[in-house]
């Protein structure tokens, strides 16, 4: 499954609310992890944080991203995942409405389990909330450990710019952070991807990010 070339772990930024998720996610390296669902609204790195895990196991680990794999049949996908060590599950809100994918889920749970192999989940809502999902799958998530991701605040998000840029070698001032924070969608994934455009944009030209440059290039809400 395709898989987010700048997902790695060392690419996350580990926010004070997530520092007992980055143990687990250290234990998980060494062999001594534990499954997990996540749960929170989109943009805050879930999708990130899993292919990131993924990508750090290599060979022992299989990414299913639900957004790509829910127009495919549950068996012919869930059919050999037993053969991992550790199965990750992206976006699992999106079977709601689809028995045969829950149903799937269900089975595939406790095949997971009873072969001792982690499962690691992500979803918009926490398993009791899933209202729209079989109480049987609903009742086996929750036996996992859940972990809240919420959404950033505005210095989480201007820490997240800051570390991100960095990482590409560029030097964002205080007052570029708070010109596109005021502007720009408030999601990690957004930003993101803004800044990759930023990037591109800075190289080509030769210059710094600046105010004057951002208002060239037009990237950003003139409405906020």
Same mark, same amino acid.
């Given at each position: 499954?395709?898989?987010?070339?700048?997902?790695?772990?060392?690419?996350?930024?580990?926010?004070?609310?997530?520092?007992?998720?980055?143990?687990?996610?250290?234990?998980?390296?060494?062999?001594?992890?534990?499954?997990?669902?996540?749960?929170?609204?989109?943009?805050?790195?879930?999708?990130?944080?899993?292919?990131a895990i993924s990508?750090?196991?290599?060979?022992?680990?299989?990414?299913?991203?639900?957004?790509?794999?829910?127009?495919?049949?549950?068996?012919?996908?869930?059919?050999?995942?037993?053969?991992?060590?550790?199965?990750?599950?992206?976006?699992?809100?999106?079977?709601?409405?689809? @028995?045969?994918?829950?149903? =799937?889920?269900?089975? +595939?749970?406790?095949? &997971?389990?009873t072969g001792d192999? $982690?499962?690691?989940?992500?979803?918009?809502?926490?398993?009791?909330?899933?209202?729209?999902?079989?109480?049987?799958?609903?009742s086996r998530w929750?036996?996992?450990?859940?972990?809240?991701?919420?959404?950033?605040?505005?210095?989480?998000?201007?820490?997240?710019?800051?570390?991100?840029?960095?990482?590409?070698?560029?030097?964002?001032?205080?007052?570029?952070?708070?010109?596109?924070?005021?502007?720009?969608?408030?999601?990690?994934?957004?930003?993101?991807?803004?800044?990759?455009?930023?990037?591109? @944009?800075?190289?080509?030209? =030769?210059?710094?990010? +600046?105010?004057?440059? &951002?208002?060239?290039?037009?990237? $950003?809400?003139?409405?906020?």
């Amino acid at each position: 499954m395709r898989v987010d070339g700048d997902a790695s772990l060392d690419n996350f930024r580990v926010r004070a609310t997530l520092q007992l998720l980055e143990a687990k996610i250290l234990d998980l390296q060494a062999g001594q992890g534990e499954s997990l669902f996540l749960w929170g609204p989109e943009g805050v790195g879930k999708s990130h944080l899993l292919q990131a895990i993924s990508r750090s196991l290599g060979s022992q680990a299989l990414y299913l991203p639900f957004s790509e794999i829910i127009q495919f049949p549950a068996d012919a996908v869930l059919d050999g995942v037993v053969q991992s060590q550790v199965v990750l599950f992206d976006d699992v809100h999106l079977v709601s409405g689809r @028995a045969d994918w829950q149903e =799937g889920l269900f089975h +595939t749970y406790n095949r &997971l389990k009873t072969g001792d192999i $982690l499962q690691i989940y992500s979803a918009t809502q926490a398993p009791a909330a899933m209202v729209d999902v079989l109480p049987d799958l609903r009742s086996r998530w929750s036996e996992l450990t859940v972990y809240h991701m919420p959404a950033y605040s505005e210095s989480e998000l201007g820490a997240l710019l800051r570390f991100r840029a960095a990482r590409r070698g560029l030097k964002l001032s205080d007052e570029v952070v708070s010109y596109i924070l005021a502007r720009a969608p408030r999601s990690a994934s957004a930003l993101m991807a803004l800044l990759e455009n930023l990037d591109q @944009a800075a190289m080509a030209q =030769g210059r710094s990010i +600046t105010i004057p440059l &951002l208002n060239e290039l037009k990237l $950003l809400s003139t409405d906020r």
